[in-house]
């Protein structure tokens, strides 16, 4: 049976995470004026994520990461001229529209600093195989798009 609530949708959410000893700490409580609730966790490969509830959200989840660009990747980006950056992004846009995750890039679209990659699930569909399936895709989207940098610039640590 769907959730009806934010309250059921916390609950089912919280063990769902501590089930899976991929919960890290309750965040509801520094974002209260915006959220529902709010869980952190991080996945078995390392990439962190959050489940919230905005609370101009009805009936709906989103799980969210924040993939911030490694400083000696946004320094190579920002050496390139105008046309070279826009051409990187269009095809780093491309190649992440191929995967299920939504995403956009910030703080300015211009020059980007990170990419926000969100996966909403509405309250009809809120089970924990599609919590499973969407926190998967929302960690998969940031190898992705880690892979990419990496390719494109060399790891960030060894330079």
Known sequence: MPVQNSAEASKLIRKWM???KVFKSDSSDANKDTVQFSYDGTCNNGVNFT???????????????KMLFAPIHLKKISSFDQHRRDKFFRDLTKSLLLIPPSFFFGPNPEKPEWTFIIKEISYDELTEGRLIEAVEQVSRAVLWASAILVDEFGEPNTE
Do not use: A, F, S, Y
Request: glycine share 6%; net charge neutral.
């Open 18 to 20: 501590e089930d899976r």
């Open 51 to 65: 489940i919230q509830q905005p609370k101009d959200m009805v009936r709906v989840v989103g799980i969210t990461t």
